[in-house]
């Protein structure tokens, strides 16, 4: 793997089988735009009386040589995220689909430009 990463365990011991899964999702985001930069991983155990049930919190900055893509699951609203595997899976997915986006409409400009190089500004000469 390329891409420099960060993970971070909160409240809970770090895991070597969670943190494989983590790699293959990163690895898995190098193939869909070869110049990550960077990314920080942190998955955050509930913690207080409500323990037993409550969602653990994954957040994912993601760092692009013109940008960078910030991801949060919303564990709250979303009771499977009691499994920390579907947590980072779903955050995962999230910010897939968040780079998907970033990736097409970072080529739409580039269309647009190369398109405008070609035709000339509007006032100038074709």
Do not use: K, W
Not at 102 to 109: D, E, K, L, M, V
């Amino acid at each position: 793997m390329q891409t420099p990463l960060r993970m971070t365990f909160r409240h809970m011991p770090a895991s070597a089988a969670l943190e494989a899964r983590i790699r293959e999702y990163i690895a898995g985001l190098e193939r869909l735009h070869d110049h990550i930069t960077g990314c920080e991983v942190m998955v955050d155990a509930p913690t207080g009386h409500h323990v037993n049930g409550a969602p653990f919190d994954v957040r994912i900055n993601l760092q692009l040589p013109d940008d960078s893509l910030h991801v949060q699951n919303q564990g709250r609203a979303n009771a499977a995220h009691a499994d920390v595997y579907l947590a980072v899976r779903d955050t995962f997915h999230s910010l897939e689909r968040m780079l998907r986006r970033h990736t097409a409409s970072r080529q739409r400009g580039r269309d647009h430009e190369s398109i405008r190089r070609s035709v000339g500004e509007p006032g100038e000469p074709g």
